[in-house]
């Protein structure tokens, strides 16, 4: 029979807490998954203490605890969490920042732009899953706004 473990690791050092779930045989030896947390570790080394909130028979029964404890701790909503997360994904600093200059048109105007998809969303105040649309032709987005990419 599986065990579901849920758990909060705290990091000895900085104090940072993580909230996670495990079927490991040891979750006092699993490190997590989290990619904040992994991270976390990396630069702060991995001295963290677990301690096992639950031990669950169904992943319904872990789930439901795992929102009690969310909920509880106002993990997912808390001020500090939201700009730590936003900041971390803005500009060129996040990893999955695409550095391409892309060649924006306005069909009206006639205005080239050379810019990032980040750098034109900011300017122009549009929406990153329509400029994400418009660069990649997704759902054949062919303009937005009058804004064309030059291929």
Known sequence: MTIYYLYIKTHNKTGLKYLGK???PDPHKYIGSGKDWKTH???HGRNFTTEILKECS?????SQWGRYYSKLWDIAKTAKFRKIRSESQRGSDNPKFDHTLYVFEHKDTGIREFLTKYDFRK???IAHSHVSN???GYNYTKSHK?????K
């Open 123 to 125: 300017k122009y105040n």
């Open 22 to 24: 495990t079927t490991s």
């Open 58 to 62: 169904t992943n319904d029964e872990l």
């Open 41 to 43: 570790l990396k630069e």
């Open 134 to 136: 418009l660069v990649s």
């Open 146 to 150: 009058g804004w064309t990419i030059i």
